[in-house]
């Protein structure tokens, strides 16, 4: 029997390199997404341009608990991925209102929704190494306590929480992936790797002459979406639900990151980089490092990618966008090798 999968957050980084993982395993995908997007499919369903006629998406709202409960009394999902959030931090800042409502609200909606009318479908929820916030030891593992610093994180601790409590008074199959940051070419503009790996690609080419950044010094572990939704997949198809931390236990700061990817270029990053208090939040979280040994011995997970791939990959695929854009020849410009 063909499985079936929803996806919340299908049109996202994540969402879209999951639904590819999915629809290759014979998977039977459903996306559910914002009617705004299903009514500029152009501009809001772009990552997953190539999947349209392979994915089913249905229009819905994570602050409507009718629209929720309608898409799910009609489908027998086998596995439900929520990853639909306001996910930026700096936003969460300037509106947390917003961010908790949608992302508290949000995932409980979807687990009563499950719990409802599907409690034996599989349930994995987005949590995030935001919540380790201040941290308590590094690196951080599964049992490394929550200390959020943002309106984000603490909208993560709380999905978090509700999420293992259903495992435990619900007796659902319901797992907390604790992902670390993972990035790619899919990532939006307001990150600060696509943010630097755009900008030095626009730079290489004329098109800008500084790149404006907050605080150089933050450190973080970055690895490849690719990889992490991998990991998604496998938390799922385990005998018995858990939480895992997914990380590659590897931390470079901000400034680190500028200098690979001017470098790939063959740009001194300190020549265009330009303090911008703007960009600077309130409150920091300064160094994230995972130890993901739970998730390599148990799931059998580990990353594909080093940094400098994802560096690499990311600088690469935006010179390429921005070459063709401006209609000059592709060429991987001072590639190093
Ligand atoms: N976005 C941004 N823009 N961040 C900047 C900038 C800037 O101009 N300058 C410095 N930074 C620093 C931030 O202060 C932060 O310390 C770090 O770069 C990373 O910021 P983001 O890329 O915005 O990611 P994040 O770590 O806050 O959150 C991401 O990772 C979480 C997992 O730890 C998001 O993907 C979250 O949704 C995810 O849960």
Redesign the pocket.
Known sequence: MTKKALITGITGQDGSYLAEELLQRGYEVHGLVRRVALEAPQRRTERIAHLLDKVILHPASLESYPSIFHIVSRYDFDECYHLAAQ????ESFADGFSTMNTNINGTHYMLAAFRELRPQCRFYFAG???MFGKVREVPQSESTPFHPRSP?GIS?VAGFDLTRNYREAYDMFCVNGI???HEGPRRGF????R?ISHTVARIKLGLASKL?????E?Q?DWGHAQDYVQAMYLMLQQPEPDDYVIATGESHS?GEFCDRAFAELNLDYRKYVVIDER???PA??DQ?VGDSTKARKVLGWRPKYTFDELVREMVQSDLEALSRAEGREISRLGSVP
């Open positions: 996910s930026f931090v700096a995030s190494s935001e984000y993560k992902l670390f940051n307001e990150f600060v790797t943010k404006r950044l907050g605080n150089l933050a973080r901000v960009f600077r939040r920091e979280v994230l």
